[in-house]
């Protein structure tokens, strides 16, 4: 039941409805369009959404694997529907179109009578006509329904199958490598993604899938979906080879227009399908539109987000009266597939008159990028008229805005696919070249003027641009464009931005760090008095400790240091929430002997610890009071443990799995290769934890690709990932170099880490430095492999400081009276703290809560009422 | 004031480290004492109101504009070393102690 304001009552008679058939984006954004261009005085919009859930962004569909809840994904602001003038019907589609009566019947039998419709019905799969595509294990990637039913089924496979080698078809197989499947991509053409990439970019784009463990089978053509004896899927057979056995497949080879609704109206359409449409958006019924993947211009259907929403501006501005027209819309895309960049853009395949194009393929990287150029001017300069890249779509943004002529080409332009040498930057053509007129955000017709706009109005971060602009709210290709127009216009207007440690110091970690290395400074005092101010906190302090202790390697509770240190590396101990700490022995990859657990099980007994075992293949001892830990590690020493770092910013664990020591699958003694490297990096410093991992074969029980640094055995040596963490924002490493033997493995992983520890941020993890690192992986490659900085030398030495000097922290305190004295509860007493109380849960002790303690009233000790 | 103050002893000065802070059991209270440098010392309580842990000895000593301070090891919270007022929250406090150094030993006066 709504309520009319007396206004909207006295104009009840010439109010007008507008049915968009079909809730999906293209359809959900028509319907803002309107509602905020006021239509909704006038209007009635009446949506019908087939699905139970209203409009959700498809593109970004995979995410839902990757953590993201259905109402995230969700597109429709909250109280959307609410207002005056909206209806939906969820869960209800429209099936006929009475044209002569002006109304539309809906699959639960609502009629509804229009006065203009809108068919915003998108697409739906293509499902090859082959014997046994309906058996229980075949599924299509559309809808989160349909994900869900994935997700589900493939919880009882090993393998799946994509059919299907486009943009969706290697989303569909990332989902599946996800869900933990041996996954295989079928695809019908000689090569990959063929609407968007020639051979060479197919070829490169290939060679990155496959390092990733997806099996791509190209020129094959599916003939038949096998089942087994209860009518599951059981595997494929194909025109040419032989069967490949699979638990699953989903089919996304294409999509096709939904217009059933059109043809049973009588609509125009396309002699291969879709809703005729004319430059108005208009079918051949003037009081009916169709946007999106429905529709059909020029010939054309138009199977990208960013012309659905193109479409749906001109057909919402004929509704009011407009004269806006579509005439088809740049195709150009950029995506990230399994975290590689693929572009194409303009007239990829140099199909133009007098294009020209330029290829680089560097097979090492595995890069590939080609530049196509159109025909020469008077003055024989030839402007970018398309391109295609492959691992590395950095020059993306610069080369689509000289493509639509926003921006100029420059004299040599294939300068701008080849890497800079050595010496020589990238020509610097910056944003600040680009005209105000340029677009930057498609889906959302925001220019760079606007951006500007915003920032002098203001706006001083990405997300309130965002926020005022609508630009990077689509498919959000253009944010680090947005990022860079918005740094470019504040370093314009004379803005600094910042990125200084705390008060105390003016600069950014990295350069205090450089600062430290450079002039040889040993203390914090001395950091302090020659480069900041005040007498420094807990950011600064165990920063700067931090660089101290990668530079030099003293012991950290030696002299000044000790007054740097937060309380878990203070105490060398994780303090917990009631006080006490934790102590954690370092248990090298993971491999520990009989004694030695014995060992542990009895210091734990004897000091009543609690105890648990870590992720990282250690245990874990809880409830130790701050005296109690010298003699707890006096005993864990004696029987041969050392320090774990637990509490430090420094190496945690390199994780392992068994390998082919005992494993019937492994390639490699994954577990020796897990056990040098975490005795060759135990203690190292950084700006954030870190850990490791080495599995003895592609199936990466030991979860390396989860890592800051992982290791995976290959029949012909090991693969090293960098750049990966669980945690809170879960990524996945990528790959830094392959089939290399050990001693390139240390080599690489010594400049990597050193590299890390000299650049990053505070607590900033490797993911997130390796994300900012302009130029990325490849840039890392460059750097740690190639050696471009000329630093290698250094860093390993660096290393080899480091490995040298090593000492376990705890051994150095227990054989030192004076360092043993620090490890007092009270300094003038030898009470233990009368507020440490613990409860017995599950046989093991555990801190009281609050209500559980005996006199809950010296809580209140020392608290001011 | 008519009740003399009385100090009791915590340690000599040359047991704490500039920037650090100890605990002490002063008549059944645990006062949190901090030495900055030289004879500056400063004592406050050792609880902590936010996680309700007995642990502020253990924050690391720091200044904020021009106020000295320590930051709780547990949820990072800042307390002023001279008032004992949450400088992240001026709501929460905790108390603060009298405290000397005579004949090279630390004094705090007992409440």
């Known amino acids: 039941m709504r309520l009319l304001h007396w206004t909207d009552m006295a104009s009840q008679q010439d109010r007008r409805t507008l049915v968009v058939a079909g809730n999906g984006m293209v359809g959900h954004k028509l319907l803002e369009i309107l509602v905020e261009r006021g239509a909704t005085a006038e209007w009635d919009l009446v949506t019908f959404c087939e699905e139970r859930r209203p409009a959700y962004d498809r593109v970004g569909l995979s995410s839902f694997f990757s953590g993201t809840s259905a109402d995230e994904l969700s597109m429709v602001a909250e109280g959307f529907f609410d207002q005056l003038g909206l209806t939906v019907h969820l869960s209800d589609a429209v099936v006929s179109i009475d044209r002569a009566a002006g109304e539309v019947v809906s699959a639960q039998g609502r009629r509804v009578a229009y006065d203009a419709l809108v068919l915003a019905t998108g697409s739906y799969p293509f499902v090859p006509p082959i014997a046994g595509n309906d058996a229980p294990g075949c599924f299509v990637y559309r809808t989160i329904d349909d994900l869900e039913a994935i997700r589900e089924y493939a919880a009882g496979c090993q393998t799946g199958a994509v059919v299907g080698g486009g943009l969706l078809g290697l989303e569909a197989a990332n989902a599946l490598r996800n869900l933990g499947l041996t996954t295989h991509v079928v695809e019908f053409a000689d090569r990959l993604m063929p609407v968007q990439v020639d051979d060479g970019g197919g070829s490169v784009l290939r060679r990155r899938i496959e390092d990733l463990g997806v099996a791509v089978h190209t020129g094959m053509a599916t003939t038949e979906i096998l089942a087994d004896e209860a009518g599951h899927v059981a595997g494929m057979r194909f025109k040419e080879g032989d069967d490949l056995p699979v638990g699953m497949v989903v089919f996304s080879a294409g999509i096709r227009p939904r217009d059933q609704l059109a043809r049973d109206a009588g609509l125009a359409i396309g002699e291969r399908g879709g809703v005729v449409v004319d430059e108005a958006c208009r079918t051949s019924d003037p009081r009916i539109f169709a946007v999106g993947e429905c529709a059909l211009y020029a010939g054309r259907i138009f199977g990208l987000v960013s012309p659905g929403y193109q479409m749906a501006r001109v057909a919402a501005d004929r509704i009011l009266g407009g004269e806006a027209t579509f005439t088809g819309a740049d195709m150009s895309t950029k995506l990230k597939l399994m975290g590689i960049d693929v572009a194409s853009f303009g007239d990829a395949f140099a199909t133009g008159e007098g294009c020209e194009a330029i290829t680089y393929r560097d097979p090492v990287a595995n890069v590939y990028k080609r530049l196509v150029l159109g025909p020469p001017d008077r003055r024989g300069d030839r402007a970018v008229a398309g391109g295609i890249l492959v691992g590395d779509a950095t020059v993306y943004q610069t080369l689509l805005q000289m493509c639509r002529g926003d921006m100029p080409t420059p004299r040599h332009p294939e300068e701008l696919i080849f890497p800079a040498s050595s010496g020589s930057a990238t020509p610097a053509v910056g944003v600040g070249a680009l005209s105000p007129a340029a677009m930057v955000c498609s889906c959302n017709n925001v220019d760079k003027g606007t951006i500007c706009a915003a920032v002098a109005a203001g706006c001083d971060n990405v997300g309130a641009i965002k926020k005022i602009t609508k630009a990077g709210t689509g498919c959000g290709g253009c944010v680090p464009l947005v990022t860079d127009i918005m740094r470019d216009e504040q370093r314009k207007a004379g803005i600094v931005v910042l990125n200084t440690l705390c008060e105390h110091f003016a600069y950014s970690r990295q350069e205090l760090f450089d600062i430290v290395r450079v002039s040889r400074i040993t203390s914090f005092s001395e950091v302090l008095t020659a480069h900041g101010t005040g007498e420094g906190c807990e950011i600064c302090k165990p920063a700067v400790a931090s660089m101290l202790a990668s530079l030099a390697n003293g012991h950290i509770l030696d002299g000044e240091q000790a007054a740097l240190q937060d309380t878990n590396d203070h105490f060398l101990a994780n303090l917990q929430r009631d006080g006490t700490y934790s102590v954690v022995p370092r248990v090298p990859g993971g491999e520990i002997t009989p004694d030695q657990l014995i060992a542990l099980g009895e210091v734990a007994k004897e000091f009543s610890l609690y105890t648990k075992i870590t992720g990282g293949q250690r245990i874990d001892l809880f409830g130790a009071r701050v005296d109690q830990l010298p003699h707890i590690w006096r005993k864990l020493i004696d029987a041969g443990m050392e320090s774990g770092h637990a509490y430090g910013k420094a190496l945690r664990t390199v994780k392992s799995c068994v390998g082919q020591t005992w494993c019937r699958y492994g390639v490699q003694d994954s577990t020796a290769l897990a056990i040098d490297l975490e005795l060759r990096y135990r203690g190292l410093r950084a700006p954030h934890k870190l850990k490791g991992a080495v599995s003895g074969c592609t199936r990466e029980c030991a979860e390396a690709q989860g890592k800051d640094f992982g290791v995976i055995a290959t029949e012909r040596g090991w693969n090293v990932y960098v750049g990966g963490n669980g945690g809170m924002r879960p990524r996945h490493a990528e790959l830094l170099a392959a089939d290399l033997d050990r001693e390139a493995v240390f080599r690489y992983l010594d400049r990597f880490l050193m590299f890390y520890v000299r650049t990053a941020d505070r607590l900033e993890r490797t993911s997130v430095w390796l994300d900012k690192l302009d130029g990325g992986i490849e840039y890392l490659r460059r750097v740690v492999i190639d050696d471009v900085l000329g630093i290698c030398a250094e860093l390993e030495a660096d290393m080899a400081r480091h490995v040298e000097t090593y000492e376990c922290e705890w051994k150095a305190v227990v054989d030192n009276p004076e360092r043993m004295e620090r490890f007092r509860t009270f300094v003038n007493s030898d009470e233990p703290d009368p507020n440490v109380v613990f409860v017995t849960e599950r046989g093991q002790p555990r801190p009281a809560y609050f209500h559980e303690k005996p006199d809950p009233a010296l809580l209140a000790i020392g608290a001011k009422p | ?111």
């Open chain 2, 1 to 111: 004031m008519l009740v003399s103050k009385v100090w009791v002893d915590i340690c000599p000065l040359d047991k704490l480290i500039p920037g650090r802070g100890v605990c002490a059991l002063v008549g059944g209270l645990q006062v949190a004492v901090f030495r900055i440098a030289g004879e500056e010392i400063y004592a406050i309580s050792n609880f902590d109101p936010f996680s309700g842990a007995f642990v502020l000895s253990r924050g690391i000593v720091g200044s904020r504009a021009e106020r000295l301070k320590v930051a709780s090891p547990i949820y990072k919270q800042s307390f002023d070393l001279v008032t004992g007022v949450c400088l992240d929250d001026a709501t929460r406090s905790v108390r603060t102690f009298e405290v000397r150094v005579a004949g090279g030993m630390v004094q705090v006066a007992s409440p």
